[in-house]
């Protein structure tokens, strides 16, 4: 079963890891990513340096970890919100084989 580390944000998203992807992953580079040191490494793999209901009052919705994830990690960090249309749009454009920048893994 794979797992998962998930948190909310600030901006009512959701954070999601998958941590399979992470052991692999050489660089770790989500952990210097978050401006207010919201995730950092433990044994290999992240985790959040605060309990759950400080990270949704800290995370400031820069998307920092998941672009760092995406360009320099294993594309194993996704903040998701809710915003079906643009979701929508998204996947429509991964079907075409077009991923968003900040979704390249
Ligand atoms: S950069 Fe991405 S793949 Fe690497 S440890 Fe962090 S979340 Fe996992
Ligand atoms: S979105 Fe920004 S503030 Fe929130 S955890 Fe990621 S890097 Fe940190």
Redesign the pocket.
């Known amino acids: 079963m794979p797992r998962k580390l998930q948190a909310e944000?600030q901006g009512k998203?959701t954070?999601i890891i998958d941590l399979d992807q992470c052991k692999n992953c050489p660089t770790k580079a989500?952990a210097g990513?978050?401006?207010?040191?919201?995730?950092r490494i433990e044994g290999e793999l992240p985790v959040f340096s605060k309990p759950a209901g400080q990270?949704k009052r800290?995370?400031?919705?820069?998307?920092?970890?998941?672009l760092e994830c995406s360009l320099q990690g294993r594309g194993a960090l996704r903040?998701f919100y809710r915003m079906p249309q643009l979701e929508e749009h998204l996947r429509k454009l991964e079907e075409k084989g077009v991923r968003a920048v900040w979704r390249r893994g």
């Open positions: 944000t998203g954070i989500c990513s978050c401006p207010v040191n919201l995730i990270v800290l995370c400031m919705d820069c998307l920092a970890c998941e903040i």
